[in-house]
């Protein structure tokens, strides 16, 4: 498949296929069945799903900017499942506040679609509408909102989005818990947290989940033709629906004490996709 260039005539889906070929020669692993990203609160699964072949810094593969957080690389890793797929897991999200366009964020999913991932599992930590949801519930992902007012997609590319986040996938998760629940995301901008008033306006709209990432990376694992699985942490009660102000420290600490339990759930889940 070709794809148009841009004004600078780089291709991104061609920078995509490097990143992809430099992988699986620095992991020995020519090809990935699945791929996860791992959010706030669900670094842990990457230990837990399976036996790590190789764990490569992303600085060394094309397309992968400087971490955001300074003394944090963000790897990419080889896993090895029980069931003898191999499991790309990228600890190194770009999020669109970083501006560095959405070429950036979405490069993981379209290297994880090179490297031949046909299920793209996208986690992160998020704030919940839904008050029953506090004290660190794992939530899965049935449609989102896109508020950040981007798309991966470029020019005249018309790409469905009905069943963006697979039923059947949602549905093997609640095979090995069936008390998850499921929510609308809303994806702002950020970094900022929202005020009381966009958190009303997004329960207005059908959002059950408010956060920073993901609506755009599904959107381009949706284009790639990959299967996406997505799943929050709601780590605090978005604004004004709790009723002390959001600290990241709290939000952070949230994470740290959900991490265990969360990770064991996503090891299930992996080897069912
Ligand atoms: I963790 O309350 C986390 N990420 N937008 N709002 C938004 N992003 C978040 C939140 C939140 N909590």
Redesign the pocket.
Same mark, same amino acid.
């Given at each position: 498949m070709t794809h148009p260039l841009n004004a600078e005539g780089v291709d991104p889906f061609a920078i995509a296929s490097e990143a992809a070929k430099q992988i699986a020669e620095k992991s020995g692993i020519t090809n990935h069945d699945i791929a996860l990203t791992l959010g706030?609160g669900w670094a842990k699964a990457a230990d837990l799903i399976g036996e790590t072949v190789s764990e490569i810094p992303a600085s060394q593969i094309v397309g992968f900017s400087k971490p955001a957080v300074v003394g944090h690389v963000g790897t990419i890793r080889s896993v090895r499942l029980p069931n003898g797929k191999h499991a790309l897991v990228i600890g190194a999200r770009t999020h669109f506040y970083e501006n560095h366009g959405v070429r950036a964020v979405v490069h993981s999913v379209r290297t994880a679609a090179a490297a031949g991932a046909k299920v793209m599992v996208l986690t992160n $930590? !998020? $704030?919940g509408i839904r008050k029953e949801w506090a004290g660190g519930a794992a939530v899965l992902i049935s449609d989102h909102i896109n508020l950040t007012a981007a798309s991966p997609l470029e020019g005249a590319t018309f790409i469905d989005l009905t069943d963006l986040y697979s039923k059947r996938l949602r549905d093997l998760a609640r095979e090995v818990d069936s008390t998850l629940d499921e929510g609308v995301y809303c994806q702002?901008r $950020?970094p900022h947290?929202?005020t009381p008033a966009e958190v009303q306006m997004a329960k207005t709209m059908g959002g059950d989940i408010? $956060?920073?990432s993901t609506a755009l990376e599904a959107i381009a694992a949706r284009q790639a033709g990959m299967e996406v699985l997505g799943m929050s942490l709601i780590?605090?009660l !978005?604004?004004g629906v709790q009723s002390t102000p959001?600290s990241h420290e709290e939000?952070l600490q949230a994470g740290k004490d959900a991490e265990a339990r969360i990770s064991e759930l996503l090891a299930k889940i992996v080897v069912k996709l």
């Open positions: 706030s $930590g !998020a $704030g702002f $950020g947290y929202e408010v $956060g920073m780590t605090n !978005a604004a959001l939000v």
